[in-house]
């Protein structure tokens, strides 16, 4: 078991390296990392992927809505 976990933090931990240019844009937004790990059937890692998430920005009062919204 402890073998898998540590497959499985190795993968992770790459996956995240790989989006580090876009980990280090805008950090202030940065609302989650999402990370896909795909495995065999015996545990072993075929692919890591990761997914920066960002919050939105909030819509100034000052500022007129897009078309279509509110």
Known sequence: MSDLITRLTEAAAEAIAAEK????YDQDRVKGIDIEL?????????EGR??????????R?????PAGRG
């Open 21 to 24: 240019q876009s980990l280090s």
């Open 38 to 46: 795909e495995l065999t059937k015996s545990g072993a890692v075929i």
């Open 50 to 59: 990761a997914w920066i998430e960002r919050k939105t920005r909030p819509i």
């Open 61 to 65: 009062a000052d500022r007129p809505m």
